[in-house]
């Protein structure tokens, strides 16, 4: 298997709306249009098998200081394989060349995140406007199970 990591182009969309599907209607990653998709294609990565897209994650930059890991995915078939580490590690070889400090995520995958050096912090400390652009979409909103989790880099 030799997954190649890549910066996604607006001919993607198709691809990773369908990867995500499962999960977005399970309500563990947050619905987001191709549009919204569209606008924000330069925060996406995406890992490969020759044609087939078997994973990807954005890092979305809040302030000079802030980024957040956002919708990572990794096709059934390809988990515990590096994948989604290697997105992440990816991610944050960006954020590094932004000189961004912090990195946040809110996952389920708890575990997965603290293995990779991220810690968990109180959701009180996310920013106000995370909260009310991407947090009130969610169908668990105001009842987050979600955890926050900060790796300073």
Same mark, same amino acid.
């Given at each position: ?16 709306? !369908? /990867? ?11 619905? %987001? =249009?191709?549009?919204?998709? $569209?606008?924000? +294609? ?22 000079? !200081? /802030? ?11 390809? %988990? =515990?394989?590096?994948?989604? $580490?290697?997105? +992440? ?34 959701k009180e400390s996310i920013p106000e406007h995370k909260i009310w652009a991407d947090c009130i979409k969610c169908k668990h ?13």
């Amino acid at each position: 298997m030799k997954i190649e990591f890549i910066k996604a182009k607006l001919s993607d969309i198709e691809d990773m709306q !369908s /990867l995500v599907q499962p999960e977005v209607e399970s309500g563990v990653i947050l619905v %987001r =249009s191709s549009d919204e998709i $569209a606008t924000n +294609i330069r925060s996406y990565i995406l890992a490969k098998n020759g044609d087939e897209l078997v994973g990807f994650c954005a890092l979305h930059i809040h302030a000079a !200081s /802030l980024a957040e890991i956002r919708s990572l995915i990794v096709k059934e078939s390809y %988990r =515990s394989q590096g994948v989604g $580490a290697n997105l +992440i590690s990816k991610a944050l070889d960006e954020a590094r060349f932004f000189n961004i400090q912090k990195v946040l995520t809110l996952t389920y995958r708890q575990s997965f995140f603290e293995k990779l050096g991220f810690v968990e912090i109180p959701k009180e400390s996310i920013p106000e406007h995370k909260i009310w652009a991407d947090c009130i979409k969610c169908k668990h909103f105001p009842i987050c199970n979600e955890v926050s989790l900060i790796k300073t880099i």
